[in-house]
């Protein structure tokens, strides 16, 4: 009788939904008890519905009740771990959803710890104890806990299935080899899973040597990611110092001209105030004379005039003048236009030069090289999100959606920039094409024209796919055409308002598609040498609201 108290007890103080002894215990309206942690995530998970109920005698709360902790239960739980009579041990713990129950148990059913392929029955310690005290159960064979038990009873004459028909590759019983499998070529299912748990472990053996194979090859390319950002960290840190360099050399240079230019000012200054003191102090002279003379010639008597004009000292000789030639405003102008030589003449190295920068960066490839994408899928991951250049747009044309639609309007909307275009309704990329890129174009209610250019003063002027340096799809209403160098190549393919340019500049590959869906037809590619920074572009012809947008 005590035992069966403690197990009453033992039961009343075990939360329904965590299966062991109560923590935290919080008792909900209808008188029931849990964890607190327990109801409160179960509560969680009905917030949607708003409607809490209890886990036990699904009774709802509307609201949702407000939980404490209750201390009086909290006490009984301590006292009872206090006495021994603590939660059931491992081997009696009760069956959760998602552990196998022992088939012997009746009433609330304990965790099984063993299955047997013989009985088909799932056991708890209990109840698995025959198995290993009697010599009736010395052959049977114990597995893991197993759900699944029933799949070895054959479904036509519920005998256990020990064959299996290498015939029709399934397990079978007795019965079956002598009735629908007769003359099959039947073996045990122990001799069937010998020969393909040989079969597995070579299957093992391989993909355990092709993981370590991959293992070798994901460190090898992690070594190669550490060794190109160590690389790429050291070229940005020497480049930072060689610009700095070149910024203090320009500001020394700048420094010294300046300097060149005050010296030689301060020189020129001190001789003009020089020879103006000396021109000053001989006119105060000459009007000293002069009101002499003046002063003489207004005496009456002839005697004393006689008397005085003999004594007047000479006058001292005059300070020359005639080197004196003023040239308004343009003493250093010779200055400046050797300056302006010099920047142009820079500007042209620096454009030269820096392609072969340009080039070297974009041509590291720590790979071989990557085969050529053929679905859209494998373009999709190159793609790139262009933004365009407000300072290169035409004045009638108008940017939206974040600068990647652009519209052809009858107003002009941007102010004049030295690299707007103004001879042709054009607009470029803001930023320079990566090595290998692919972006997608739609166009609207007329033609547009879908280009890669380089960037720089001579194509501001030009259209795109009239000279060298511009490569030009255009694409309108019923045909499709390919221009460069001047030169227009007829395409052919299906109509689409949607055209996919692919780019691999260090291959030198260019390529344009016809995109539906998740068709992409290739319409024209072109094999190059870029040698320059490429920029993405469009070009839009009539009508007004005609538009075209990078996606």
């Known amino acids: 009788m005590a035992q069966k108290g403690a197990q009453l007890d033992q039961d009343a103080i075990c939360c329904s939904i965590y299966l062991d002894v109560l923590k935290d215990p919080a008792t909900i309206p209808c008188g029931h008890s849990f964890c607190l942690n327990c109801i409160q995530t179960h509560w969680d998970e009905e917030d949607e519905e708003e409607v809490y109920s209890c886990p036990q005698c699904r009774q709802s709360f509307t609201p ?19 006495t021994g009579l603590q939660a059931a041990p491992a081997d009696h713990c009760y069956a959760g959803a998602e552990d196998v129950a022992c088939d012997v148990c009746t009433g609330r059913k304990l965790r099984a710890c063993k299955s047997c392929l013989q009985c088909l029955i799932s056991y708890c310690e209990n109840h698995l104890q025959p198995h290993y005290e009697s010599p009736a159960f010395g052959k049977h064979k114990l597995v893991e806990p197993s759900k699944k038990l029933q799949e070895n009873i054959c479904s036509h004459h519920d005998e256990v299935m020990k064959l299996f028909c290498r015939t029709d590759q399934q397990c079978i019983c007795y019965l ?37 194979d991959r293992e070798k090859e994901v460190k090898l390319l992690q070594q190669e990611v550490e060794a190109v950002n160590g690389s790429a960290d050291k070229a940005v840190e020497d480049s930072e110092k060689i610009f700095t360099e070149l910024i203090r050399l320009m500001e020394k240079r700048s420094s010294d001209v300046k300097q060149q230019v005050r010296s030689q000012q301060k020189r020129e200054v001190s001789r003009v105030k020089e020879l103006q003191e000396k021109l000053e102090q001989e006119m105060a002279e000459l009007k000293r004379r002069d009101a002499e003379l003046k002063l003489l010639s207004h005496t009456e008597d002839h005697n004393q005039f006689l008397h005085s004009y003999p004594s007047l000292p000479a006058l001292s000789e005059s300070t020359e003048s005639s080197s004196i030639n003023v040239l308004p405003l343009s003493y250093f102008e010779d200055v400046k236009a050797a300056l302006s030589k010099f920047r142009d003449k820079l500007r042209n190295v620096l454009r030269d030069k820096w392609t072969n920068v340009y080039l070297t960066v974009s041509d590291v490839d720590i790979l071989l ?61 803001e ?14 209610v007329g033609g547009v024209a879908v280009a890669v250019a380089y960037k720089d003063n001579d194509t501001v002027n030009e259209q795109f796919g009239d000279s060298e340096k511009s490569w030009a799809l255009g694409f309108y209403k019923k045909c499709y055409g390919f221009k460069h160098n001047t030169i227009t190549t007829s395409v052919s393919g299906p109509q689409s308002s949607k055209v996919g340019v692919y780019l691999d500049q260090s291959a030198g590959i260019l390529s344009f598609y016809s995109v539906s869906e998740e068709t992409m037809t290739l319409l024209h590619r072109i094999k190059t040498t870029f040698t320059e920074p490429l920029y993405a572009g469009l ?5 007004i609201g005609n538009t075209a947008e990078m996606l």
């Not at 035409?394 to 690299?419: A, C, D, I, M, Q």
Request: net charge positive.
């Open 176 to 212: 079956c080899s002598v009735d629908e499998h007769k003359g099959h070529d039947t073996v045990s299912a122990a001799a069937e899973r010998t020969e393909r748990q040989r079969e597995l472990e070579g299957s093992r053996e391989n993909i355990q040597q092709r993981i370590q």
């Open 64 to 82: 949702r009740p407000v939980l404490l902790k209750s201390i009086m239960l909290a006490d009984l739980v301590e006292k009872q771990k206090k």
């Open 539 to 543: 070009r839009l012809s009539p009508p």
């Open 431 to 444: 930023e320079s094409l990566p090595g290998r890129c692919y972006w997608e174009v739609e166009k609207g």
């Open 369 to 429: 090289s990557q085969p050529q994408p053929q679905t859209r899928a494998e373009f999709l991951k190159y793609s790139r999100q262009i933004t365009l250049d407000p300072n290169t747009a035409h004045t009638r044309f108008l940017l939206s959606e974040r600068n990647r639609k652009v519209t052809s309007t009858p107003g002009e909307n941007y102010p004049s920039h030295t690299e707007r275009f103004t001879a042709y309704h054009q607009v470029l990329s």
